[in-house]
């Protein structure tokens, strides 16, 4: 049984420019959460996708937008992209009626230089 | 706001001793769930152990155990018997009730050594 996947692993990319990473979630999981962990500091809660919608969102500006398609896949997407959005992008999963049974994935490094 | 604040950025153990490392938490919720993940250098976050706030009872998983201090807002992870392969960096997390605003708080985590 497959976990959570992220592609790509690792991304650089240059101010101003556009990213989209990618998550797979575990099977039988209908839920995913992104979260951006910089260097040295806990993980924050991006948004939630569920049936397709974003179901919640944090704190974070609309630069930062996601998808969610018909096999639960998601993909969040980052605009405009600033020295400060440098992290590691972390997917997790859950079953749809056990959001507290997160899975996560092992990430996706992005350096923007 | 719900936060969650690690009092302690580094921490050692020699192997085979106890270490506990420390967590509190805010809210003025009475329903949520409670959380130590691992995330060792190869930056997979791993569920070490999960606890309900409703559940008096002190959640344990093999050498892992909590102390859950429900009035105190504390909630504290004991690690026994330390193994080489527990080094890594642990972070406590909170959530609420699952059907209601479920996103995931974490603190600052704590980076724990052990030594041989």
């Known amino acids: 049984d497959a976990g959570v996947t992220q592609s790509p692993t690792h991304l650089i990319k240059t101010r101003g420019q556009q990213v989209t990473l990618r998550c797979s979630p575990k099977?039988?999981?209908?839920?995913v959460s992104w979260y951006q962990q910089a260097l040295g500091q806990g993980p924050q809660f991006i948004f939630q996708?569920?049936?397709?919608?974003?179901?919640q969102r944090g704190n974070f500006p609309d630069r930062f937008s996601g998808h969610q398609f018909p096999n639960y896949s998601s993909e969040l997407n980052v605009n405009a992209l600033l020295l400060g959005d440098s992290a590691l992008y972390l997917c997790?999963?859950?079953?749809?009626?056990?959001?507290?049974?997160?899975?996560f994935g092992p990430g996706t490094r992005l350096t923007v230089t | 706001a719900q936060t969650v604040t690690q009092s302690q950025p580094e921490m050692s153990v020699q192997e085979a001793e106890t270490v506990t490392l420390s967590c509190t938490y805010d809210t003025s919720e009475s329903n949520y769930y409670l959380f130590w993940y691992k995330q060792p250098p190869s930056r997979q976050m791993i569920l070490v152990i999960r606890?309900?706030?409703?559940?008096?009872q002190n959640a344990t998983e093999n050498r892992f155990s909590v102390n859950f201090q429900k009035a105190a807002k504390s909630f504290s992870l004991k690690i026994s018997d330390s193994q080489l392969g527990d080094t890594a960096m642990y972070f406590c997390?909170?959530?609420?009730?699952?059907?209601?605003?479920?996103?995931?708080?974490f603190g600052a985590g704590t980076r724990l050594t052990v030594k041989p």
């Open positions: 099977s039988g999981h209908d839920t």
């Open positions: 996708y569920y049936e397709e919608e974003e179901r």
């Open positions: 997390a909170f959530m609420n009730s699952p059907y209601n605003n479920n996103d995931m708080r």
């Open positions: 606890q309900e706030a409703y559940k008096q």
């Open positions: 997790a999963s859950s079953p749809a009626l056990e959001f507290y049974e997160q899975y």
